[in-house]
């Protein structure tokens, strides 16, 4: 078996887009890189864990898992948004055990300890005599909160630079789109067996897959034109859109002059259209398996609108199965002894280069400083 260092030295993260070569197969089918991008990619980037709405007013939460860790967030009588461990300093369950929602205290229901809005523990039921418990050292564990146009971010990260100079050029990118005056409809999410980069990778050919695989969706696109423009750590992927009444569900609801596909690293996708917009979280499951979690979001999401709302859903998610097939497919193939690796168009596939190579620096640095510690 290779060393975890060897399969990392096999991908050549200096190689320019045309001499370069996709991650090794290794890196999605080998439970030790997954353990790696855990304790690096998930425990150092910001991660998308809600949106600013369910923690708008004094008291809502929302709870999260980032790399394995049960996260709450909450907005503080104070108008602060703070977020916590959601681990009990007391025995370790869980203190909130909703998806989301408002209370005055976060009350632990397994032995009733409260902690403040603010974290702090306030209250311990039947402990009086314990010597040398300091109430101020004990209470919930934070971590790194902030927002963005519609969404919330934690990081695990005590050293994390801010999110908006994680985001970069992004925040300048989605700023004239106006989708913080959009609003949440619905919710879809998709277990998929297979490894998280396949997903994100198959976002990310520049529409290299979009004739062959959505007939419906390749209609409404001027293929030709489709851009891809990388900075930072995002993606930009966009298209011209071209009237078309070939598939009329699609016609109707995917409109504007163009289509804009932003992916942030490592697992953020935001797609634009007019009046419209859908977020996709990729969440790694284990090596194997990812969530996929779409939210959809509108310009008008009153009751006369909601059969044409939910008509878009549904071309949205008709995209998403076709896609699913041949993200499994690929995990497949990865484990095939006749796969290495594979080489990236140059003219699509430049997103998929900038991921991998992100990844490829985070992978190392994080080998790097974990032998830095053990020595
Ligand atoms: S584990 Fe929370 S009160 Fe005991
Ligand atoms: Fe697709």
């Not at 990236?344 to 596939?349: H, N």
Request: proline share 4%; glycine share 8%.
């Amino acid at each position: 078996m290779p060393s975890l260092q060897n399969i990392l030295a096999s991908y050549n993260d200096r190689a320019p887009l045309s001499e370069a070569s996709t991650i090794p197969a290794p890196w999605y089918v080998d439970s030790r890189i997954a353990d790696l991008e855990a304790k690096t990619v998930f425990s150092k980037s910001w991660q998308m864990v809600g949106r600013i709405e369910q923690v708008e007013k004094p008291g809502q939460f929302l709870t999260a898992n980032i790399a394995g860790e049960p996260i709450v967030a909450v907005r503080g009588n104070d108008g602060v948004l703070r977020a916590f461990y959601n681990v009990c300093r007391h025995h370790a369950a869980a203190v909130v055990a909703e998806a989301c929602g408002q209370a005055n205290l976060l009350h632990c229901p397994y032995h009733g300890w409260n902690y403040g809005l603010d974290g702090s523990l306030k209250g311990m039921p039947e402990f009086d005599g314990v010597k040398d418990f300091e109430r101020q050292q004990n209470g919930l564990i934070p971590v790194k909160a902030e927002s963005w146009e519609k969404f919330v971010f934690v990081s695990l990260d005590p050293a994390a630079m801010g999110l908006r100079e994680f985001l970069g050029g992004l925040v300048e990118q989605v700023a004239p789109l106006g989708v913080s005056k959009l609003h949440y409809f619905d919710s879809r999410s998709y277990d998929i067996a297979c490894n998280w980069k396949v997903f994100v990778d198959n976002y990310l050919d520049g529409g290299y897959h979009v004739p062959h695989l959505h007939k419906g969706l390749s209609s409404v696109l001027d293929y030709k034109e489709y851009t891809i423009e990388n900075e930072d750590r995002y993606c930009l992927q966009s298209s011209p859109m071209v009237a078309s009444d070939e598939d009329k569900a699609t016609g109707a609801t995917r409109k504007g002059d163009r289509a804009r596909y932003f992916w942030q690293y490592p697992n953020l996708m935001i797609n634009c259209y007019e009046g419209y917009m859908d977020t996709n979280l990729v969440l790694p499951v284990d090596v194997d398996h990812c969530r996929v979690i779409f939210d959809f979001y509108f310009a008008d999401v009153s009751e006369a609108q909601r059969a044409y709302n939910e008509q878009s859903v549904a071309v949205g998610a008709r995209v998403q199965d076709e896609d699913l097939g041949i993200c499994e497919a690929v995990q497949r193939g990865l484990k095939s002894r006749a796969y290495g690796a594979g080489r990236l168009s140059v003219r699509r596939e430049a997103g998929e280069h900038l991921f991998h190579r992100l990844l490829a620096a985070d992978l190392k640095a994080g080998v790097e400083s974990m032998a830095a510690a053990a020595d």
